[in-house]
């Protein structure tokens, strides 16, 4: 069964303290793994795609990196409005065409502090 | 480009009714999947329509069910409402092909009393 797991489950930071946020997964080969922002009441708003292991990929303040067993999400000099839940999915190589279910992580609780 | 429309927003429903909540898609996308959304369970998959078939399905029990129209459009049924119910139901809509990437609606907010 897929699993992702999600570390730490909360953090603070402040204004302009960098860090990583990590996503690790157990996955029966992967398709693609994606990194989804979520505010308070609000459906996750969609940041990246990762396919393969050695990708990068970046989006103002946020970096994410994949590797075989883990994806991390680097965040630059965070400002306040980039505190949210930030959520990883993966989604497993079955077909190659047909399957839809991601299996999410339970979240990285991310507060920047002016 | 509109983006993934949910309705109703929020509900409250008595213990043993029905509810149907509804998703309107990106247009375009194909492919339409919903998920519940839980403090202690977080997000998990429900099911999954793609032209107004069901292709993939999650370990929800039979209460809950979808269909999926011509236009895209796709309803959740959930029947014999129980408390554990509550939740957050979100959709979320993708090309449906080769790549996956899935956007979110807003959610139904969905309280059993």
Same mark, same amino acid.
């Not at chain 1, 000099?77 to 505190?83: G, L, Q, T, V």
């Not at chain 2, 409402?81 to 509550?86: P, Y």
């Not at chain 2, 090309?95 to 996956?100: A, E, H, K, M, Q």
């Given at each position: 069964e897929d699993q992702v797991t999600q570390s730490p489950e909360a953090l603070r930071l402040q204004e302009g303290e960098s860090s990583s946020l990590n996503c690790s997964y157990t996955v029966s080969g992967l398709r693609g793994l994606f990194w989804y922002r979520q505010d308070p009441g609000k459906g996750p708003e969609f940041l990246f795609t990762l396919y393969s292991a050695g990708e990068e990929k970046e989006k103002e303040r946020l970096k994410a990196t994949l590797t075989k067993k883990e994806s991390f999400l680097h965040i630059t000099?965070?400002?306040?409005?980039?505190?949210a839940t930030y959520l990883c999915a993966v989604q497993p190589?079955?077909?190659?065409?047909?399957n839809e279910k991601l299996t999410f992580g339970t979240g990285t609780r991310l507060t920047i502090i002016p | 480009k509109a983006g993934v429309t949910q309705t109703p927003r929020y509900l409250i429903k008595t213990r043993g009714q029905q509810v149907t909540l509804s998703c309107s898609p990106i247009s375009g996308h194909r492919s339409v999947s919903w998920y519940q959304q839980t403090p202690g369970q977080g997000l998990q998959f429900l099911f999954e329509y793609f032209s107004e078939t069901q292709r993939n399905k999650g370990n929800?029990? @039979?209460r809950f069910s979808g269909r999926q129209f011509s236009n895209s459009r796709s309803e959740m049924n959930v029947s014999t %409402?129980? %408390? @554990?119910?509550?939740a957050l139901y979100l959709c979320a809509s993708s090309? @449906?092909?080769?790549?996956?990437e899935q956007y979110f609606g807003p959610g139904t907010r969905l309280t059993v009393t």
């Open positions: 000099a965070p400002k306040p409005e980039d505190s190589l079955i077909s190659n065409f047909g | 929800f029990p @039979g %409402l129980e %408390l @554990g119910d509550s090309r @449906g092909d080769t790549y996956y």
